[in-house]
């Protein structure tokens, strides 16, 4: 096999099961894929500011990554945004946390993506 094809047939999609007892529900929070990773920066971090959109990065971050344990499909629809939004922010940052670790969008990562 070349190495292309070991590459890109490879699964590096990594994935955590997380527990949410404010909801009675365990969930898969899986990483982004890159296209999901540039999206969603892009989308949430002023061009001209730099700075990141503190009220639709979680919640687009929980949409992007939250999957049912069972079928790995996503629970969340981004019809679904205002309403999670309303959900508590502990649990959205919780499961945010876990899918920026998983996505590798570290401080550094968000600060150079917001210098370029």
């Known amino acids: 096999m070349k190495l292309r094809d070991k590459i890109l047939n490879v699964q590096d999609i ?6 949410v007892p404010e909801w009675g529900v365990e969930v898969l929070v899986k990483a982004l894929k890159g296209s999901q990773r540039a999206e969603l920066l892009q989308n949430n971090i002023n061009a001209k500011t730099g700075e990141m959109n503190l009220k639709t990065l979680y919640t687009e971050l929980v949409i992007a990554s939250t999957c ?6 996503p629970v969340f629809a981004s019809s679904d945004r205002d309403t999670l939004a309303e959900k508590s922010g502990a649990v959205l940052e919780r499961i945010a946390q876990l899918a920026m670790r998983l996505s590798g969008l570290t401080q550094n990562a968000v600060d150079g993506m917001a210098k370029n």
Not at 14 to 19: D, G, P
């Open 68 to 73: 049912d344990p069972e079928t790995q499909e």
């Open 14 to 19: 990594r994935a955590e099961k997380l527990e």
